[in-house]
Nanobody, 115 residues
């Protein structure tokens, strides 16, 4: 079955950095578009960054210039490098892999940015 396992979250001061990882199994990773979403308390889940199977990348305006999404097809892993973190980046971050009519999610990893 499809599994997405996120790691790398934690507590960091404003201005700091974190690198999230999402290890995928059960999918043909190199052919799959991959996304990072986040959900803050009391807010809707929002798309943060996307990387297609062909390497096309897109970011939410709120993170552009600070976050970098990348993928390693040999390791079936997608990354989210987060720099210059702000308190408003505090959220649970989820890895997402759409496949046909299915939509797979990881369990999420908490990122907390203190001011």
């Amino acid at each position: 079955q499809v599994q997405l396992v996120e790691s790398g979250g934690g507590l960091v001061q404003a201005g700091g950095s974190l690198r999230l990882s999402c290890a995928a199994s059960g999918i043909i990773f190199s052919s799959n578009n991959m996304h990072w979403y986040r959900q803050a308390p009391g807010k809707q889940r929002e798309l943060v960054a996307s990387i297609t199977s062909g390497g096309y990348i897109n970011y939410a305006a709120s993170v552009k210039g600070r976050f970098t999404i990348s993928r390693d097809n040999a390791k079936n892993t997608v990354y989210l490098q987060m720099n210059s973190l702000k308190p408003e980046d505090t959220a649970v971050y989820y890895c997402n892999a759409p496949r046909g009519f299915e939509n797979y999610w990881g369990q999420g990893t908490q990122v907390t940015v203190s001011s």
